[in-house]
């Protein structure tokens, strides 16, 4: 049994220092499709100012933005990788995160390898794990909520209904 402890790479004053501090964010997995998640993310954060690098090797533009194969193609630094991947791509995405020299390797919610996450480490590059980049933005610097705090505003429990 693995001692792989997910809550160590979801800290919140760790999401909200990379969420302040970066400017720009490459999203490995990016797709065209209006309907798909890293979609809506990226237009996300465009919309909030965010430089959004779109990384697929099956297009050629996405958002507007030239898209590249690889991370290694891409000819600016990174601050965040931003990734949209199934869990066993992840090893090699955490490599090629290293390589660049990204500052941060956020992985979306259900994207969890542990070998990825050591690599990043090993290589000196914060990671985030099992973690939406728009919805903490949202949290934390959008306008989910102020400061950060819960209101108990947005809420999935019905009150009042049997």
């Known amino acids: 049994m693995s001692d792989f402890d997910l809550a160590r790479y979801q800290d919140p004053l ?3 220092r990379v969420l302040h501090s970066a400017k720009t964010i490459a999203i490995v997995g990016l797709s065209p499709n209006e309907l798909r998640a890293s979609y809506f ?5 465009r919309r909030h100012g965010y ?4 990384v697929n090797p099956r297009e050629t533009e996405i958002l507007g933005q030239k898209c590249y194969p690889s991370l290694s193609d891409v000819p600016e630094p ?26 941060t ?10 070998e990825g996450a050591k690599i990043a480490e090993t290589g000196g590059v914060t990671v985030i794990m099992d973690r939406c980049l728009k919805v903490e933005h949202a949290r934390y610097v ?14 999935s429990v019905r009150t009042g209904l049997q």
């Open 105 to 114: 390797l956020w992985c979306q919610f259900g994207v969890i390898n542990e």
């Open 78 to 103: 990174v601050d965040i990788v931003n990734v949209f991947r199934a869990p066993d791509a992840l090893p090699a995405i955490a490599r090629e995160t290293v390589r660049i020299g990204a500052g």
């Open 41 to 45: 993310v990226g237009y996300y954060l």
């Open 142 to 155: 959008g306008r989910m909520h102020w400061l950060g705090f819960n209101t108990q505003r947005i809420t």
């Open 14 to 16: 760790t999401i909200q």
């Open 51 to 54: 430089h959004v690098i779109p």
